[in-house]
C-alpha cells in the first residue's frame, strides 16, 4: 500500500519488478560470482545484452503506461528463458545461476497466487534439467544432476510452497481490505446523503410567536444519522402544536419513512385539536408502513394561550413536563402509551394542565434522560427536572435554557454514555407585557 493509503496499481507493481531486474541484470553482468570473466563466452555476453535491451523496452512500456495480454505471463516466460539461456552458455559453472529462479518464483507468486507458484517452479525445474542435459561433457553432467535433484530443485519447491502460502494470505488480506474500502466508502456516502435528506425535511428556524418564547437543543449521538425529530405547529397566534420525536429503525428505511411520518402528523394536527386523537390515527396511518422493524415514539402537545392551557399525550416516550411561574414549582403529566407501528389500533390517553403567565413547559426525547456518566449512572428525567427548575430560576429565555440544560447534560455524562441523539425544546409563557 503506498502512502496514499491505497493499493499499487498493476503498472506500478510491474514497473517496481522492472527496476529490480534492471539492478540484477547489472550484478549478474558485472559481478565475478556469476559471470566466469575467465572464460568468457560470446553467447553469454549477448544474451545480457538481450537481457538489458528487453529490460529496457518493458521499463519503457511501463512508464508511458502500456499493457498487452498476458503480460506478465509473457514477462515471467521470457525470465525463465533468460536464466536458462545464462545456465546454458556458462556451462558447468551455470549452477551459479540457479538462485535467480527463486527470484523469478516470488514474483510468480505475487503476480498469480499459488497456481503462479507451483508452475513457474516446475518449468524453472524442467528447463533448469534440460540446459544441464544439454551440456556436452557427461562428467558435469552426472554431478550437477544430483545436485539439482537432491538439493536445488527440492529447496525451489520449497520455496515455491511458502511463497503460495505468503501469496495466498495477501490476496485474502488485499480482498479484504479492498472489500472493507469500498463497504466504508459505500456506507459513508449513504451516511452522507441520508444527513443531507435528514436536514431538508428538519424544520428551519423556530416561528415567532407574539405570546410564546421558543428555544430548541438538538445533538446527534454521533456521525450517523439522526433519529430525533421535532415539529412546531402554529395554528393560529394562541394556538400552537409541539411535536418531539424518535423515529427507531434501520439507516434507509427511516429516511423513507421520515416524509411519510411528517405529511402525516401535519394533516392529522389540522384535523383535529385533540393530542390523543392525533396519536390515535397517525398510529393508524403509519401501521402498515412501519412496519416490521420500525417504530416512532413521539410526545405532542397543545398550547392554548386563549384559555391558557396545556393538552398532550405521549406515545412510547417521557411526558413533557411543567415548572410552574416564579415558584419554579415542578408539574409531571402522569401520561403515559404505546409507540406508533407496533399495533394497528391504540387509544391514548391525553392530559390537560392549566398554564399562567411565566410557566415553562420543557419537551425531551430519551437520549436526554438515558445518558450516562462514567459509573454508568444515569441523567434521568427527575434530574433534568430538578436542573431545568435550577436554570428557569436564572429567568433564562428559551433557547439560552435549552442551551443550558445541555451543557448540565454533557458536564454529567461520560463521551461513551451518549447513546441516542439529544433533544430538548423549551416553550415559556412570558409574562404579559406591563
Not at 429567568?395 to 454533557?410: H, N, V
Request: aromatic share 10%; hydrophobic share 45%; glycine share 8%.
Amino acid at each position: 500500500m503506498n502512502r496514499a493509503g491505497r493499493l499499487p496499481t498493476e503498472t506500478e507493481s510491474d514497473l517496481a519488478v522492472a527496476i529490480f531486474r534492471t539492478v540484477l541484470i547489472v550484478i549478474v553482468s558485472f559481478s565475478p560470482a556469476f559471470t566466469p570473466y575467465a572464460r568468457p563466452t560470446a553467447h553469454l555476453q549477448i544474451s545480457l545484452l538481450l537481457a538489458g535491451l528487453y529490460n529496457l523496452g518493458l521499463l519503457i512500456a511501463y512508464w508511458r503506461g502500456l499493457r498487452f495480454p498476458y503480460q506478465r505471463h509473457i514477462t515471467i516466460s521470457i525470465d525463465l528463458l533468460l536464466i536458462t539461456l545464462w545456465v546454458f552458455y556458462s556451462g558447468p559453472t551455470g549452477a551459479r545461476f540457479f538462485p535467480l529462479y527463486y527470484i523469478t518464483v516470488i514474483v510468480a507468486g505475487f503476480w498469480f497466487g499459488v497456481i503462479g507458484t507451483i508452475t513457474s517452479a516446475a518449468v524453472a525445474g524442467l528447463l533448469y534439467l534440460t540446459a544441464i542435459y544439454s551440456l556436452p561433457s557427461s562428467r558435469d553432467v552426472e554431478g550437477l544432476l544430483s545436485t539439482a535433484f537432491y538439493e536445488q530443485i527440492p529447496f525451489l519447491f520449497l520455496v515455491a510452497l511458502v511463497v503460495s502460502y505468503i501469496a495466498d494470505i495477501q490476496a485474502r488480506e488485499r480482498r479484504g481490505w479492498y472489500e472493507a474500502r469500498i463497504f466504508l466508502a459505500r456506507h459513508q456516502e449513504r451516511i452522507r446523503l441520508a444527513q443531507k435528506v435528514y436536514d431538508l425535511l428538519q424544520p428551519g428556524s423556530l416561528p415567532a410567536l407574539p405570546g410564546l418564547d421558543l428555544g430548541v437543543r438538538f445533538r446527534p449521538a454521533g456521525h450517523a444519522v439522526a433519529g430525533d425529530y421535532y415539529e412546531i405547529i402554529p395554528f393560529s397566534d394562541d394556538l400552537v402544536g409541539i411535536a418531539v420525536a424518535d423515529v427507531a429503525g434501520k439507516l434507509e428505511p427511516g429516511l423513507v419513512k421520515l416524509p411519510v411520518f411528517k405529511s402525516t402528523l401535519r394533516v392529522a394536527a389540522r384535523t383535529t385539536r385533540s393530542p390523543a386523537e392525533l396519536l390515535a390515527e397517525t398510529n393508524r396511518v403509519l401501521y402498515p408502513e412501519l412496519q416490521p422493524e420500525m417504530f416512532i415514539s413521539l410526545s405532542y402537545g397543545i398550547i392554548d394561550l386563549r384559555q391558557m392551557t396545556f393538552s398532550c399525550a405521549v406515545a412510547g416516550q417521557e411526558p413533557p413536563f411543567l415548572i410552574r411561574g416564579p415558584e419554579r414549582q415542578i408539574v409531571n403529566i402522569p401520561a403515559s402509551g404505546i409507540v406508533l407501528g407496533v399495533l394497528p389500533q391504540v387509544s391514548y390517553d391525553e392530559h390537560t394542565l392549566q398554564l399562567s403567565f411565566g410557566d415553562t413547559l420543557i419537551f425531551f426525547t430519551d437520549g436526554v434522560a438515558e445518558v450516562e456518566n462514567e459509573d454508568g449512572e444515569e441523567f434521568g428525567s427527575s434530574r433534568l427536572a430538578e436542573a431545568a427548575s435550577a436554570a428557569d430560576a436564572r429567568d433564562l429565555s428559551a433557547q439560552g435554557l435549552a442551551d443550558r440544560l445541555i451543557e448540565l447534560i454533557l458536564t454529567f455524562s461520560s463521551p461513551h454514555g451518549r447513546k441516542d441523539d439529544m433533544t430538548i425544546l423549551v416553550a415559556k409563557i412570558p409574562p404579559p407585557p406591563a
